[in-house]
């Protein structure tokens, strides 16, 4: 059974496991592995998350006591607008709807959110096609300059 709580400090060591392997798995032949890394160590070290923690909202999905699962939105602003600024699970627990759960938990826990938006790589099938199915809308492309590397991203919104 899945469950999708709010998380706390101690999750971090796993977190930063389910961030290091999902971006491993999700960007393999997209990002350079090294891009890869580099990125991890700083947006994923203990200090950022603990940030994350005081400044954003941040869940878990929890099995069996392990984290499988996060996801990471920004508080509401601009008359309902928020940021999903992550969603990641362990590969093997993608297409099961626990990213689905974490998305409805932050639709739930954001009071007056009205507007969710996400930047998603535009060779990122997974990420798309979740994004898709969910019923976000693409809004724009643009080249991002990613650590030196530069990424084509689609930005999109959900309407909730």
Do not use: C
């Not at 999750?11 to 393999?28: H, R």
């Not at 996400?118 to 300059?145: C, P, T, W």
């Amino acid at each position: 059974m899945v469950i999708i709580r709010t998380m706390h400090v101690e999750d971090i060591p796993q977190v930063q496991d389910v961030a290091k392997k999902s971006w491993n798995a999700t960007y393999e032949g997209i990002i350079p592995f090294e891009i890869q890394e580099k990125f991890l160590k700083v947006a994923y070290n203990n200090d950022r998350m603990k940030q994350r923690l005081e400044r954003s909202f941040l869940f878990v999905a929890e099995i069996d006591s392990n984290v499988v699962g996060f996801a990471n939105f920004s508080p509401v602003y601009d008359e309902g607008k928020a940021e999903l600024g992550a969603i990641y699970l362990y590969p093997e627990y993608q297409g099961k709807g626990i990213g689905s759960a974490l998305l409805q938990k932050g639709i739930n826990e954001l009071e007056g959110v009205e507007e969710i938006y996400i930047n998603v790589e535009r060779d990122n099938e997974i990420g798309k096609s979740f994004y898709d199915a969910k019923g976000f809308q693409v809004l724009k492309e643009f080249d991002d300059n990613f650590e030196g590397y530069i990424l084509k991203t689609v930005r999109m919104v959900l309407n909730v």
